[in-house]
């Protein structure tokens, strides 16, 4: 769903051929292969993520498409530990919404950089603005429950807001900001795209309190009949694309 906006944000990056970029949460993999066919053989791709499971999937992953040029590692972004000066690129998408020190992960990435390198986020900047169209109740709730327990996590759904001000401090010069905002209808692949993750997460969010089962199965109906209004549209949570360069 998001390949080609991606795609377009690291050729603004300049990433290229030859290259070492840094995957910055790179959770099972999917930015990550991407990157490596970018980058190619003659290049590399570090992936980290606190997620055993995730790099575990992504080192099989790995090992069976032959992509030597892959280097999986277990890490705590907030602690990440890559050599200064090591990495010509580096990318995070929906990752720093999640952390409870976005400031300390991106002076670490900043770190990494070499010269003139540069680490492209893209980010939520105002979750709550995800839209459904004709109106629910349901849905309301659901987006507000969600929101919070981004915070409630020690997130911030809002985090894009704040990121170049975070990369300026880091030492990097912010050479691109845009907005990323698209409009998905019933019966395409973007209007999946929630959905998946709603129905994934949503469980967890009643089981720990945060939201009621009956609100739940509200938006359960709610949706569905959605899915069947040809006029219904659906507006995606708003994220920005900021690319932060090292100075050379």
């Not at 890559?82 to 992960?105: K, M, N, Q, Y």
């Not at 795209?193 to 997460?201: C, G, H, L, T, V």
């Amino acid at each position: 769903m998001w390949a080609a906006p991606t795609a377009a944000s690291w050729e603004r990056a300049r990433f290229r051929p030859g290259q070492r970029v840094l995957d910055v949460g790179c959770g099972p993999g999917y930015a990550t292969f991407d990157l490596a066919d970018l980058v190619t053989p003659s290049g590399g791709v570090v992936a980290v993520d606190v997620s055993q499971r995730f790099v575990a999937h992504l080192d099989a992953e790995r090992a069976r498409r032959g992509y030597a040029h892959v280097e999986p590692h277990v890490q705590d972004l907030e602690q990440l530990a890559i050599e200064d000066a090591s990495v010509d690129g580096a990318f995070a998408r929906w990752v720093l919404c999640w952390v409870r020190d976005p400031e300390e992960v991106v002076r670490r990435v900043a770190r990494a950089l070499r010269p003139g390198g540069a680490f492209v986020v893209l980010d939520y900047c105002h979750y709550e603005a995800l839209m459904m169209a004709p109106r629910g109740a349901a849905t309301d709730r659901i987006i507000r429950a969600v929101t919070e327990s981004f915070r409630q996590s020690g997130g911030n759904p809002d985090v894009g807001r704040d990121v170049p001000a975070m990369m300026q401090r880091a030492g990097l010069e912010i050479e691109t900001l845009r907005p990323i905002v698209r409009l998905a209808r019933p019966g395409t692949a973007l209007w999946e795209w929630p959905w998946r993750f709603f129905e994934n997460f949503l469980p967890g969010l009643v089981a720990s309190g945060g939201l009621s089962a009956d609100d739940h199965a509200a938006f359960r109906r709610e949706w569905a009949e959605r899915s069947r209004d040809p006029a219904a549209w659906l507006l995606t949570p708003p994220m920005v694309e900021v690319i932060g360069r090292r100075r050379a």
